[in-house]
C-alpha cells in the first residue's frame, strides 16, 4: 500500500519555465490537497479538492493550477515559474465522511528550486 | 490563519514524558483537536485526534480541558526520535463541512527537542 506518492522528489527549473507536480494516492480518499512550505514556516494550502472533477483555492493559489480529472490523483501546475515558487511541495489526501478516520495523509514533498 | 497558539520549542528529556500545550480558545462546538508532527523535512504525520473527551492511542495521549479552550498532547516515554514539529490544528469533523472549512490550517507548531 503506497499511501500518497509525488512525483518528482527534486526538480530545478529556470524562471519562466512550466512543469506539473503529481500527486497519487491509492486509499479512495475523497479529499485532496497541495500544499507549499517555505524555511521556518508552516504549510500553506495552495489549492484543494473535494472530489473529482472539482477544485477549488486555498490561501496562495496565485501563479498555480491544479485539475483533478481522476479520483486518486491530483495535478499541481506552475505555468511560469517564479524564483518565488522555490519551496517544498507537499500533497495530502483524507476520507470525508465521519465513520471513517479522517485524518490526512501526506506525501514525502517534492522539493522544487527556481533559478 | 491558525485558530491556536502553542510555544515555539520545548526540549525533554529521552525517556521522560513530553508535554505540549495547545490554546485554541475560540474553538467552536463543531471543532475537532487534530496533532500533526513533521520530523525534518518529511511530510507531517497524523498523531491524534479528539472533541471533548481524553484520547489515547499506540502514539500519544491528547487531553482537552472541560471548556475545551486548551489541550496538551502527551507523548508518555519521549525517544530522540519524536524530535519534531508539532502542530496543533482545530477542523471541523468532515460531515459539517463541504470546502475550504474543512481543511489543515498549519501554524508554525512547537519544535520538539528530545535529549539524551
Known amino acids: 500500500n503506497a499511501g500518497v506518492t509525488q512525483t518528482p522528489k527534486f526538480r530545478v527549473l529556470k524562471t519562466g519555465q512550466s512543469m506539473t507536480l503529481l500527486c497519487a494516492q491509492d486509499m479512495n480518499h475523497e479529499y485532496m490537497y497541495w500544499y507549499r512550505q517555505d524555511p521556518g514556516m508552516g504549510l500553506r494550502l495552495i489549492h484543494y479538492?473535494?472530489?473529482?472533477?472539482?477544485?477549488a483555492k486555498g490561501e496562495v493559489p496565485d501563479g498555480y493550477n491544479v485539475s483533478r480529472l481522476k479520483k486518486q490523483n491530483f495535478l499541481l501546475g506552475l505555468e511560469s515559474a517564479a524564483p518565488s515558487q522555490t519551496s517544498v511541495y507537499f500533497c495530502?489526501?483524507?476520507?470525508?465522511?465521519?465513520?471513517?478516520?479522517?485524518?490526512?495523509?501526506f506525501g514525502q514533498g517534492t522539493r522544487l528550486t527556481v533559478v | 490563519d491558525a485558530k491556536t497558539t502553542q510555544p515555539p520549542s520545548m526540549d525533554c528529556a529521552e525517556g521522560r514524558a513530553a508535554n505540549l500545550p495547545c490554546n485554541h480558545s475560540t474553538i467552536s462546538g463543531n471543532e475537532y483537536v487534530y496533532w500533526y508532527r513533521q520530523i525534518h523535512s518529511q511530510g507531517p504525520q497524523y498523531i491524534i485526534h479528539g472533541l471533548k473527551n481524553n484520547e489515547t492511542n499506540e502514539m500519544a495521549s491528547l487531553i482537552i480541558t472541560e471548556d475545551r479552550k486548551s489541550s496538551t498532547l502527551i507523548l508518555p516515554h519521549a525517544t530522540l526520535r519524536d524530535t519534531a514539529v508539532y502542530y496543533c490544528?482545530?477542523?471541523?469533523?468532515?460531515?459539517?463541512?463541504?470546502?475550504?472549512?474543512?481543511?489543515?490550517?498549519f501554524g508554525k507548531g512547537t519544535k520538539l527537542s528530545v535529549k539524551p
Open positions: 479538492s473535494v472530489g473529482e472533477g472539482t477544485t
Open positions: 490544528i482545530v477542523r471541523p469533523r468532515p460531515s459539517d463541512y463541504g470546502g475550504s472549512q474543512g481543511n489543515l490550517i
Open positions: 495530502a489526501s483524507s476520507y470525508r465522511s465521519d465513520s471513517l478516520n479522517t485524518e490526512a495523509f
